[in-house]
Every structure is written in structure tokens, then in C-alpha cells.
Antibody
């Protein structure tokens, strides 16, 4: 079945760095845009970043612009999120999710991973 | 940046209709998706392009979008529908989620 699996979360001190990974299976990874979405403890969903199917286009939320970098390796069916200058407010569960489009119109995010937890604390 | 507001909570009796609203400026000029998230689980897409249901989503879930308000309706609400619900739009190459609504089935 179509699946995304995140990894790489952990405990890091403020100002530190972390690299998250997301590995796909069950679908043609190279066909789709993929997003990172996060959720702080007890809070709502916040979109973080996405990347086009070929990796040429990348978008970021203002809250992470200049600190986070999204990338992908289609041969490895993998997505990455390099997080630098981490802040306490970056703490939360990070999900990757597949974006679907039809004729250029969004059809939402139809496949989500189980999430990986990032804790930024001294 | 674009913002969308949802009521923090909605309570419904089993078998009744639950209505969850999502408000944003000129919301009907874009497509709205809805997600269901149960405690400790990942979000699940339940409505896309305002009113379309992905395969596997029960018919009791329906959506609409008019003016500044999008609405998710759960008809014949069941105990298993108790969850948080989020609206979402795609605006200027970024995604925006609503503030979220906790649906309680009492």
C-alpha cells in the first residue's frame, strides 16, 4: 500500500541542527510534490515546506525560511528536511505528506506518514 | 498571510448532524480540503476540492464552500467521528491550515 515513513527526530539543544528523512513505498515517488507539516504539542497543524516532484521548486513557511532546507532523492524515494538554528518553538511532531493535483488544482494531501518527534530543549 | 478561523469545539449527539465551519476572506475563490485527526494518529483527508470525498471516506461526510465560509457536515454522526478537524487551502504556493475544531460526540 502507499506509505510514507519518517525518521530522524530526537532531542536537540536550542541553536542545534537535525535532519529528518521520509521514505516512500507503494507509489511512484518521483511523480509527486511532497510536504512537511508539523504539530506542536496540543496545538494545530502547521505547514512547513514542500518540494516539487523533480526537486526544482521549493516553498517554505515564513517561520522556517532561512533555517530549514527541504530536498529529495528520487532514486532513493526519500525526502529530507535539514533543520538549523533550531528554536524551542520548533518542537513538535513532523509529518511528511503527499500532495495531489489534478489539472493544476490541489486535491489535498492524501498520504501521510506516522510522524517523527522533534524536541528542542536545553 | 492568509488566515482561516474555525470554532474551537462542536458537540453533537450520536445520529445527529455535526456542522464545522471554516472562515476566511473570499474563501470560495479557492479549493478547501478537510482533514480528520484522532488522538495519537496522523491526519486523514476526508474532503478535497470543497465537496469531493476520497475513496474509503463514508458518505456521511460532505462539504461545501460559499462566500467566506466553507462547511464540513457529518450526517448521522457516529462515536468514531469524535476527532479534531482541520480545513486547509493552497494560497500563493503555500498551504494554510485552519485553527482546528474538536468534535465531541456526546
Amino acid at each position: 500500500q502507499e506509505q510514507l515513513v519518517e525518521s530522524g527526530g530526537g532531542l536537540v539543544k536550542p541553536g542545534g541542527s537535525l535532519r529528518l528523512s521520509c521514505t516512500a513505498s507503494g507509489f511512484t515517488f518521483s511523480d509527486d510534490y511532497i510536504s512537511w507539516i508539523r504539530q506542536a504539542p496540543g496545538k494545530g497543524l502547521e505547514w512547513v515546506s514542500d518540494i516539487s516532484s523533480g526537486g526544482n521548486y521549493r516553498n517554505y513557511a515564513d517561520s522556517v525560511k532561512g533555517r530549514f532546507t527541504i530536498s529529495r532523492d528520487n532514486a532513493k524515494k526519500s525526502l529530507y528536511l535539514e533543520m538549523n538554528s533550531l528554536r524551542v518553538e520548533d518542537t513538535g511532531v513532523y509529518y511528511c505528506a503527499r500532495e495531489k493535483f489534478v489539472s493544476g488544482n490541489t486535491c489535498g494531501m492524501d498520504v501521510w506518514g506516522q510522524g517523527t518527534t522533534v524536541t528542542v530543549s536545553s | 498571510s492568509y488566515e482561516m478561523t474555525q470554532p474551537p469545539s462542536v458537540s453533537v449527539s450520536p445520529g445527529q448532524i455535526a456542522t464545522i465551519t471554516c472562515s476566511g476572506d473570499k474563501l470560495d475563490e479557492t479549493y478547501v480540503s478537510w482533514y480528520q485527526q484522532k488522538p495519537g494518529q496522523s491526519p486523514v483527508l476526508v474532503i478535497y476540492q470543497d465537496d469531493k470525498r476520497p475513496s474509503g471516506i463514508p458518505e456521511r461526510f460532505s462539504g461545501s464552500n460559499s462566500g467566506n465560509t466553507a462547511t464540513l457536515t457529518i450526517s448521522g454522526t457516529q462515536a468514531m467521528d469524535e476527532a479534531d478537524y482541520y480545513c486547509q487551502v493552497w494560497d500563493s504556493s503555500t498551504y494554510v491550515f485552519g485553527t482546528g475544531t474538536k468534535v465531541s460526540v456526546l
